[in-house]
């Protein structure tokens, strides 16, 4: 009787782990909204990405599931459903935390590892220590709460909480070691997962040239990346960014019509005055003059190591190889800084320029 009693217990068990992982696995399957979207908090992110060009990606395989992260996923959703069930603040709109924001870069480079992998290669991946230990700007210039608008625009706390001194005096430390490895600037940075936007589009039939030929009609497309605004919480498209006049030698420097240019010049600024050149703006003046930031720069590693073979061959007219000039802005040395370069730095005034 104990034994038949005790393999009813483990049954009724066994049928409660399997009812439990296949209410489970269905949760996961299911369409969101049915789901997660049936909290308001969710549906705007939902509704959002609807429309996105990530929408026939689950929402699980970038925000993971209960269990995909073992105990901490575990209590970190737990938490989102006892604070969506006490708070009576009622959001409307969640946010993650930069933690949330670190794994979720994970799961993207899962399917974007070309650009994961020229990220990490470029300056755009430093991380706090690089950025908030540089001696040699903190002496020049005092780290303060704006510094997060370009160099850790998803972190949560103060200037006070991350590094101290708060002074151009040295030497500093940060005191949360925490954000020590974390990049400051993550995809979600320059990218929204849940961008309005329209899927790559594809023939309908290979066998009509009309479908697959050049002048096949385009689908308009938002631009695919922005910028975070810290200030504001919220994402902003490229092409909805302002456009700052920037002025050289007195007069307004023609600029390049891309949008993308504008998440460039929100971090990479001039001064009060808007002068080219001044702080860290890179914009082109001289012969460069409305070349976009991305005719030179990759977008993800930024290098631009071979960019000015692209328009300037080794054999050339002039007989100039500008492949073995110093063209870098890093170097006070440079007589052909490639932001500021003119005729006259290569030819000498009048020589070799035609007239017009």
């Known amino acids: 009787m104990k034994k038949r009693k005790l393999s009813l217990i483990l049954l009724l068990f066994a049928a409660g782990i399997i009812a439990l992982f296949g209410a489970y696995s269905a949760w996961n399957t299911a369409n969101p909204e049915k789901t997660c979207a049936n909290c308001h908090e969710i549906r705007p992110s939902f509704a959002s990405w609807e429309i996105s060009s990530h929408r026939e990606v689950a929402c699980t395989e970038c925000h993971g599931t209960a269990l995909s992260n073992g105990w901490h996923s575990m209590t970190e959703k737990g938490n989102m459903v006892l604070a969506h069930l006490t708070d009576d603040k009622q959001h409307n709109e969640i946010h993650l935390t930069e933690e949330q924001i670190i794994n979720t870069m994970d799961n993207c480079r899962e399917c974007h590892q070309e650009e994961y992998k020229k990220w990490i290669s470029g300056g755009h991946s430093a991380n706090y220590n690089h950025i908030f230990l540089d001696s040699a700007h903190n002496s020049m210039e005092q780290p303060y709460w704006d510094c997060f608008r370009c160099h850790g625009m998803h972190y949560e706390k103060d200037i006070y909480d991350l590094i101290e001194p708060v002074s151009n005096t040295g030497p500093w430390k940060l005191i949360d070691q925490d954000q020590a490895d974390r990049p400051v600037i993550t995809c979600l940075a320059c990218h929204q997962i849940h961008t309005t936007n329209s899927v790559h589009s594809a023939p309908e039939s290979f ?150």
């Open 207 to 356: 066998d009509k040239p009309e479908d697959i030929f050049y002048d096949r009609k385009k689908i308009e497309r938002n631009p695919h990346a922005g910028l975070y605004i810290r200030s504001d919480a919220m994402f902003l498209r490229a092409d909805l960014l302002p456009d700052p006049e920037i002025y050289y030698k007195g007069r307004e420097l023609r600029k390049a019509s891309n949008p993308y240019q504008r998440i460039c010049v929100q971090c990479h600024a001039p001064n009060f005055s808007h002068e080219a050149g001044t702080e860290d703006d890179r914009t082109p003046a001289g012969v460069h003059e409305g070349l976009a930031c991305m005719a030179c720069h990759d977008t993800h590693s930024n290098d631009a190591s071979n960019s000015c073979s692209q328009c300037h061959p080794a054999i050339s007219n002039c007989g100039l190889d500008v492949t073995t000039m110093n063209t870098s802005y890093h170097d006070p040395g440079s007589g052909n800084n490639i932001h500021f370069v003119s005729c006259e730095d290569c030819h000498g005034e009048g020589e070799g320029i035609s007239e017009r």
